[in-house]
C-alpha cells in the first residue's frame, strides 16, 4: 500500500470488512525514546500524536469504537518520575484534546479503575465523558489504570453485589449475563487487536473481550505508527477468514 491517500485505498478495497472495534495496546513508547538518546517520557509525549493520526484514521474508515491502552494496573510499578510524567501528560490530553474529540462527534470513555488517580484527573475524568456522552460517532475507549483481571473481579463483584440484594438468581449467571456486567458490553464486540513494538503478549489487556478477536503484532514503536500502519493491520484483518468454531464450508454456505 503507498503511504498517500491511504484512507481512500483502504475505503476502495476493504471497506466491507472494517473492524467494528479495534483495540490496541500502544507499546515501545519507552524503548523509541532511548534509542533516540531522550528519556522515557519523551516518547510516551510523541505518543499523543500518533494517538490523535490513529483516532483520525478510525473516524475516516469508519471504526465504531477503538479501545486504547493508555495505563495498565501494573504500569503504577514503574520509577516514580515515569509515572509522574505520565499522569501530568493524562492531565494534560484530558485538558486539551477533549474539546476536539467532542467537534468530532467522538464519544470518550475511560474505562479502568479511576478511583486510583487525584482528583483533577478524576474530575476532568467525569466532565469529558459528560460532555461527551451523546455523541454518536466513534467511541473512543482509554483503558487506564485498566487489567483484564480487574475487569472480571470487578464484574464478578458487581453480579455478587447483585444476587445479595435480590436483583439477581445466581442460577441465571451465565456467560451472556458475565459478559454484561464487564466495561464495553455496550459496545460491538472487539474484532481486531494490534500490540505494537515486537512483543506477543496481552499484558493483562481485554481478556473477557479478546475470545474472537483476530490478533495483529507489529514491531514498529507506538510513536511510530500511522495511518499506514494502521491500514497494514486492516489489510490482514480483512485477509483472514472468521470461522467462530464453524468449518470454512459452513462459512462460505452461510454467505451465499
Ligand atoms: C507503552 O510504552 C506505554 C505505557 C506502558 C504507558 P512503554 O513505556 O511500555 O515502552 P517500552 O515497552 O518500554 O519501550
Ligand atoms: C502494556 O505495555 C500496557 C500499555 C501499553 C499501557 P507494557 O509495556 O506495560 O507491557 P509489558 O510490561 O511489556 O508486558
Ligand atoms: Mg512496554
Redesign the pocket.
Known amino acids: 500500500m503507498a503511504k498517500s491517500n491511504v484512507v481512500d485505498q483502504v475505503l476502495e478495497h476493504y471497506s466491507s470488512s472494517i473492524p467494528q472495534h479495534v483495540g490496541i495496546?500502544?507499546?515501545?513508547?519507552?524503548r523509541w525514546a532511548q534509542q533516540k538518546g531522550m528519556p522515557r517520557v519523551y516518547g510516551h509525549k510523541k505518543g499523543v500524536d500518533a494517538v490523535r493520526e490513529t483516532v483520525r484514521f478510525a473516524r475516516k474508515v469508519g471504526v465504531k469504537s477503538l479501545t486504547l491502552?493508555?495505563?495498565?494496573s501494573?504500569?503504577w510499578k514503574?520509577p516514580e518520575d515515569e509515572v509522574s510524567g505520565l499522569m501530568e501528560l493524562f492531565m494534560l490530553v484530558l485538558t486539551r484534546e477533549v474539546n476536539t474529540l467532542h467537534k468530532n462527534n467522538v464519544r470518550l470513555k475511560i474505562v479502568g479503575d479511576i478511583s486510583a488517580f487525584s482528583d483533577k484527573i478524576q474530575k476532568k475524568v467525569i466532565s469529558a465523558h459528560q460532555m461527551t456522552e451523546a455523541n454518536t460517532g466513534l467511541t473512543l475507549n482509554v483503558?487506564a489504570n485498566?487489567g483484564g483481571r480487574w475487569d472480571i473481579a470487578n464484574a464478578t463483584k458487581s453480579i455478587a453485589n447483585d444476587v445479595q440484594s435480590g436483583k439477581l438468581d445466581a442460577n441465571d449467571i451465565d456467560e451472556t449475563l458475565l459478559g454484561k456486567y464487564m466495561c464495553l458490553a455496550d459496545q460491538p464486540e472487539l474484532d481486531l487487536l494490534v500490540?505494537t513494538?515486537g512483543?506477543s503478549?496481552?499484558?493483562?489487556?481485554l481478556l473477557w473481550q479478546l475470545a474472537y478477536a483476530e490478533l495483529h503484532f507489529t514491531s514498529v514503536y507506538?510513536p511510530d505508527f500511522d495511518e499506514l500502519s494502521f491500514a497494514q493491520a486492516v489489510e490482514a484483518f480483512a485477509g483472514t477468514e472468521r470461522r467462530f468454531g464453524l468449518t470454512g464450508e459452513q462459512i462460505k454456505q452461510n454467505e451465499i
Open positions: 495496546i500502544m507499546d515501545g513508547n519507552g491502552f493508555a495505563f495498565s501494573e504500569n514503574r483503558a485498566y500490540r513494538g512483543e503478549r496481552i499484558s493483562n489487556f507506538w
